[in-house]
C-alpha cells in the first residue's frame, strides 16, 4: 500500500476510535419502584363479627374457650377499629353457616371440612398442645374442659390474626380481612399479642404474628 494510503487509512481509524471511546454508553433508568397495593374499597359495616362452627363431641368446648380468649383480650386492648369484637358460636348442623351471615358475621371459623358460599371461612385444625401460661388463660374461660389440644391454639392464633387483618384493612368486609391476612404473611417485624402487633402497625412496621404457645 502507497506510504500516503497508509497514513489516510490510520487516521481515518484513528479517528473512528476516538469518536468511539468518546461516546458514554448512558446508564439503564433505575428501576421503578413498585407502588404499594392498597387496601380494597371498605365493605363491612364497622364492627368485626367472627362466628365459629364446631363439634361439642370433638373438642369444640376447648375452640370456644379459645375464641372467646381471643377476643377478650382483642377487646381489653381497645378492640378492633375502635369496636368492640363480636362472636356468635354455632355447631356444625348444615344451617349453621347461613344463621352465621344472617346474622352478620365477616368470618367464619370452622373445622376442617366445612364450606360455605356466601362467607369468609377460615379452616381450623391442630393438634399442638399450649404452654403452661396459654393453658392457664383458656382453662380461666372454661374451668370444664381439661384439654385443650386439637383446634384451640389455631383458633385462638386465627381470632388474633383476623383482627389483625382488620386493622391493617381499616375494614371488616371479606375482601379487605383477605388482604390483611396475606400483608401479615408479608411481613417481617415479630410480634407475639395483638397489642404488641398493633402497636408495630400504628409506628409503621411490616409485623409478623407470631402464633401461640
Known amino acids: ?26 446508564p439503564a433508568p433505575a428501576p421503578k419502584p413498585k407502588p404499594t397495593q392498597s387496601a380494597p374499597a371498605a365493605s363491612g359495616d364497622g364492627v368485626l363479627r367472627i362466628g365459629t362452627q364446631t ?6 368446648a376447648a375452640i370456644v374457650a379459645a375464641v372467646e380468649l381471643a377476643v377478650r383480650e382483642i377487646n381489653d386492648a381497645g378492640g378492633v377499629n375502635g369496636a368492640p369484637v363480636q362472636v356468635i358460636h354455632r ?9 352465621l351471615v344472617a346474622r352478620g358475621v365477616d368470618v367464619i371459623l370452622a373445622e376442617i371440612g366445612a364450606e360455605s358460599s356466601d362467607a369468609f371461612v377460615i ?29 384451640a391454639l389455631s383458633a385462638y392464633d386465627e381470632v388474633v390474626r383476623i383482627a389483625l ?18 400483608a401479615i404473611d408479608a411481613g417481617s417485624t415479630d410480634c407475639t399479642s395483638f397489642g404488641e402487633c398493633s402497636a408495630a402497625h400504628t409506628d409503621g412496621f411490616p409485623f409478623k404474628y407470631a402464633r401461640a404457645l
Not at 91 to 96: D, N, P, Q
Not at 175 to 180: H, K, Q
Open 91 to 99: 355447631g356444625v348442623a348444615e344451617a349453621a353457616s347461613a344463621d
Open 1 to 26: 500500500m502507497p506510504r500516503t494510503s497508509l497514513i489516510t487509512a490510520l487516521a481515518f481509524a484513528a479517528a473512528i476510535t476516538g469518536a468511539l471511546a468518546g461516546c458514554t454508553a448512558e
Open 165 to 182: 387483618a382488620a386493622v391493617i384493612s381499616g375494614d371488616d368486609g371479606a375482601a379487605s380481612l383477605d388482604f390483611g391476612l396475606a
Open 55 to 60: 363439634d361439642a363431641a370433638a373438642g369444640g
Open 123 to 151: 379452616p381450623i385444625s391442630g393438634s399442638e398442645y399450649p404452654d403452661e401460661g396459654m393453658a392457664t388463660r383458656l382453662a380461666q374461660m372454661d374451668p370444664n374442659v381439661d384439654n385443650f389440644t386439637g383446634a
